[in-house]
């Protein structure tokens, strides 16, 4: 059990473990992910003396938790963790539907039993290797992203180069009727692969939106212009007839070019890295590289965009996005350092590596989008810890505008955005550094309320679960859904 002990500015933390059960696996021997661009898990990289000793400096002090030192604000609670098992790939993101959770791993992924969430339980593991393995549920469908070259569309591939014609990335498809035993159904190939997907589920079909990006002319199926993304349809009753419907253009121009004096960290746009819908209001959010893009998707097969900002000086990464349930406001973040940078810290500032709080102005195809405000956790990371704004959801409060969101090791935040101009975090869980002399990739990846608790994946150190016991987010606990895929925002009230 991990030690914890009590801090002047964090307060004491509790640890719990539950072992994993036997793994029901698709194929029998593993093969290792091949990682690509953006999400990267950092590898070990030193850090100069001066760091190191500032790091052992700050836990010292009690600035930072201790290395492994598990530690949160009062209001939250850390209810359990499962640890890896079978799947020794790093954790990406999670999906959710009545009682189970769909956690992905660069190895395959993994369904929990979250019925109790004190005692979550594993129900099987499939192992199916490809980064990232972004997942996501449907009724009986499971989806699942491919974008790292693989030998061919099974779960035995193997990884090969990207310039080999015979390379295949792309989305893969599930049968979950037995959730015991998922069943692979069909493979999509995608230009460029698939780093993420989004939903929009209709009752007969469901259109599966497709980001991805960094083409390059060495590559067969990955040549720019890659100024788009690609649309999946896939027949409910036959989704081995899967196929791609359409690739729409959504940056004539080329998109952001990146760059420059200013901010040389600004990524080109060549491609999209995450979408997210909101079905209700035929809208979407796009986090595209170098741009944040506002959508109407009153025709699934043809998203047509309506706004587009930049922020050339402080966003490095458009990473992904979120709706407020009010459809009045949008918050990006900013995924600077590709997710393996240690940037929660002095030196970066408040204003990188942050959120981007936008309000949505005008009705209808005239809606644009007004910068208000930055958001960034107020706790500085050692320069061990990989730390940037990643994947959370919303928290369903009526009245109000509640996140809880994933920071790499800066753990995962709860914060108001209700005053646009006045955000402020309310909450926190977070572990201290996995080394004070090495920088290493870890912590949370996803974090994201469902049902009166949060399931969080660490890349790391496993499945975590906790619990947020505030009066600003005691409402969200009367919402209950039956399923959850973020980036397919729901109406939560």
Known sequence: MTETRVRRRRRLGVAAAAAGLLATLL??????????????????????????????????????????????????????????????????????????????????????????????????????????????????LLFLSTDSSRSDNSCASTTQPATEKSSWEGMKIFDISDIRKPRYVAAVETACGSHTHTLVPERRNVYVYVSSYAPSAAYPDCKPPHDGISIIKVPRQAPQKAAVIDFPVLFPDGGNPGGGTENPDLAETTGCHDLTVLPSKDLAAGACMGDGILFSIKDPEKPKVIDRVQDNVNFAFW???????????????????????????????????????????????????????????????????????????????????????????????????????????????????????????????????????????????????????????????????????????????
């Open 27 to 140: 194929t029998a021997v593993p093969a290792a992910a091949s990682p690509e661009p953006g999400d990267t898990p950092a590898p070990r990289q030193p850090v100069t003396t001066a760091q190191q000793e500032e790091a052992r400096r700050a836990i010292r002090g009690g600035e930072i938790p201790g290395v492994d030192e598990i530690v949160h604000s009062e209001n939250v609670e850390h209810l359990a963790n499962i640890p890896k098992d079978a799947l020794k790939g790093t954790n990406s993101d999670l999906a959710f539907q009545g009682k189970y959770a769909f956690a992905g791993n660069y190895d395959g992924f993994r369904i929990f039993d979250i019925s109790n969430p004190r005692k979550p339980r594993t129900v099987t593991q499939v192992l199916c290797p490809g980064s990232q393995n972004d997942i996501s549920v449907s009724g009986n």
């Open 319 to 493: 990473h992904s996005a979120t709706f407020n349930e009010r459809a009045d406001k949008v918050v990006f973040t900013d995924e600077l350092g590709g997710g393996g940078g240690a940037t929660c810290n002095a030196e970066t500032g408040p204003k990188r590596g942050a959120n981007g709080i936008y309000e949505i102005k005008g009705h209808g195809d005239r809606r644009s989008l007004a910068f208000k405000s930055y958001f960034k956790i107020p706790r500085h990371q050692a320069d061990t810890e990989n730390c940037v704004a990643h994947n959370g959801s919303l928290v369903p409060v009526p009245g109000r505008d509640i996140m809880v969101q994933a920071w790499y090791q800066g753990g995962v935040s709860f914060w108001d955005f209700t005053d646009s101009s006045k955000p402020k975090e309310i909450g926190y869980f977070e572990r201290g550094p996995i080394s004070a002399d090495t920088l290493v990739g870890g912590g949370a990846w996803s974090a994201y309320y469902y049902n009166g608790h949060v399931f969080s994946n660490d890349m790391v150190k496993g499945f975590d679960v906790l619990r947020i016991n505030d009066r600003r987010t005691d409402p969200a606990k009367r919402v209950r859904m039956r399923e959850l895929n973020v980036q397919t925002q729901p109406d939560y009230l």
